[in-house]
């Protein structure tokens, strides 16, 4: 079964911001949130990664909520190239079980 | 340049027909996995590997193998192949830190597998 949960599209206009939720309410202790995604004809990439804290890059934000419950990736100014699907996925400490699930993504729509 | 390379990129083949598609990583990743592509089910693990010699698997296992018998390569090998196994398969690598759980995903270009 899928740890994270998120919506399966959304839409946004270019330039404006962009906040795409995940929800993750069997989080443990130990688990990593990280985001993903993948542009059209191409492979996954990384976006960001968090534990607890709020978490920046040049790419984008991670707002982490303080039950660590669920997740926000934020997008400050969405431009047309961010036309992807947006994977939210959790990543605890590697043991043999270490399983990736990836799911089904947020396909993210945007609008000029 | 670090990568995650696979081999072919597109692929057509029958029923029965056994194959091998290659992954191979240059950053010295203890973790490699693969994964299936298809519409509407987003991306699904088939198996991973920790290190040399130990692989487990994913959530999609049924109709593949795989060996890890050098850090760098991670073959996915279907020995018999069905039509229910066209997808686009993707490789992925990282490493496996102390603290666990922070380590960055890299993923190949992909494979485009059609069975007839």
């Known amino acids: 079964d899928a740890k994270t949960t998120q919506p399966n599209s959304m839409e946004s206009n270019e330039e404006e911001p962009v906040h795409l939720p995940c929800n993750h309410s069997?989080?443990?202790?130990?688990?990593?949130i990280h985001w993903y995604r993948q542009l059209p004809s191409q492979g996954p990439e990384y976006v960001i990664h968090?534990?607890?804290s709020n978490v920046n890059n040049r790419m984008a934000s991670l707002a982490i909520a303080e039950d660590r419950k669920s997740s926000t990736l934020i997008l400050h100014r969405a431009t047309l190239r961010d036309a992807a699907v947006y994977y939210c996925?959790?990543?605890?400490?590697?043991?043999?079980?270490?399983?990736?699930?990836f799911g089904k993504g947020t396909r993210l729509h945007i609008l000029p | 340049e670090a990568q995650v390379t696979q081999n072919p990129r597109y692929l057509i083949t029958v029923t029965g027909k056994k194959l091998t598609v290659t992954c191979s990583q240059n950053?010295?990743?203890?973790?490699m996995s693969w994964y299936r592509q298809d519409p509407g089910l987003g991306l699904r693990q088939i198996y991973y590997?920790?290190?040399?010699?130990?692989?487990d698997k994913g959530d999609v296992p049924e109709g593949y193998k795989v060996s890890r018998k050098e850090k760098r390569n991670f073959p996915l090998i279907l020995e018999s192949p069905s039509p229910n196994q066209t997808s686009l398969y993707f490789c992925?690598?990282?490493?496996?830190?102390?603290?666990?759980?922070?380590?960055?995903?890299?993923f190949g270009p992909g494979t485009r597998l059609l069975v007839l």
């Open positions: 590997s920790m290190n040399v010699e130990v692989t």
């Open positions: 992925a690598s990282s490493l496996i830190g102390v603290a666990g759980g922070q380590e960055t995903q890299y």
């Open positions: 069997t989080i443990s202790g130990t688990d990593y």
């Open positions: 950053m010295n990743h203890e973790y």
């Open positions: 996925i959790l990543r605890g400490y590697m043991n043999r079980d270490d399983k990736i699930i």
């Open positions: 968090g534990l607890t």
